[in-house]
């Protein structure tokens, strides 16, 4: 994860039922491990009926490690394909957050295809694949490049291992968020815009595009802007953050039944046991973060696809302050959490397809080197 020293196969002593406490990262480019509070001299003292044993992880692949260009152009295509999968969902959250009367998740469901068709689940699908394409490229160079930063400048600082690793991820979440908005809010508020009942009149993404530019300016477009960072921002720290702890508790708390110990004593799990962890750390993860940030998004939703005008007094559109009061007018504290079914399935499912397509790609973008197969 860190450039100096760099993380190789990681070693995790373990005993069941044990939780892993701290970090020990050794200076060669071999092995990096993390040990129990018990040490070797109290377990030689206290011997115990179930000897701690070594887990090998592969290795955490950190930006240094990286073919750039690959990374990128894999990262579009693997991604793109992604958003294409998960587009329906967000069509069907969007919709619960803004259409009155507020229905439940199936009715709108049914009222999309009854009344849409199945290509209501894709409107306005255009226009945030192209944005997904610089937008991705922008968090995962931010995500990565901060997170090799903040993480080296916490180690020599003296900060214990898995402390800095929680940090650099909750920080590396924050940049890539922030870098990701600077693309993505134009793209949300267009393709907000078109996901909408008859899509407020645009023809396509280049019209709403055109309109929104002639009737409030460049700042329509990011109308909103504000609120973006603000959801997205500790969304993704909390994600990233939780997703690192959440690797450490299953594999201390279970790992072992993960993996299969070879002759030289050292167990080790195969590539399914490391993508099933992967797995259910971002499905919990996404959980977390949409069940705390979902009234932030419920505002942002609101602000950014009211048209001027639509609050009645001919002017911008709401503020933040305004639309909390006009949600709590139409259905209380409960309103703000309108879609969270949706879109927590939405995160849970992207995070879980996220975190596995994001590590294969960087399996897949890795430099090669002798001996280590790595650059």
Known sequence: MFPDPVQKPLGIRVSEGEPITAFRFSKSREVAKMSLAATEEEEEASPSPSRAAEIHLPAEIDWQMLDKSRFFFLGAALFSGVSFALYPVVVLKTRQQICRPHLSCFKTAASIVRHEGFLGFYRGLGTSLTGTIPARALYMAALEITKSGVGTVAVRAGVPEPAA??????AAGVSAAVAAQLVWTPIDVISQRLMVPNGRGYRGGVDAFRKIVKSDGLRGLYRGFGMSI???APSNAVWWASYSVSQRLIWGGIGCHFCKEG?????????KAVVVVQGASAAL???MAALITMPLDTIKTRMQVMESGDDGRGGRGLSVGQTVRSLLKEGGWTACYRGLGPRWASISVSATTMI???????????KRIDGLGYE
Do not use: H, M, Q
């Open 356 to 366: 596995t397509t994001y590590e294969f790609l960087k399996r897949l973008s890795t």
């Open 263 to 271: 002759s030289d004593g050292v167990l080790r799990p195969d590539s």
């Open 230 to 232: 603000l959801t997205y």
């Open 285 to 287: 993860s996404g959980g």
């Open 165 to 170: 690793a929680t940090v650099a991820n909750a």
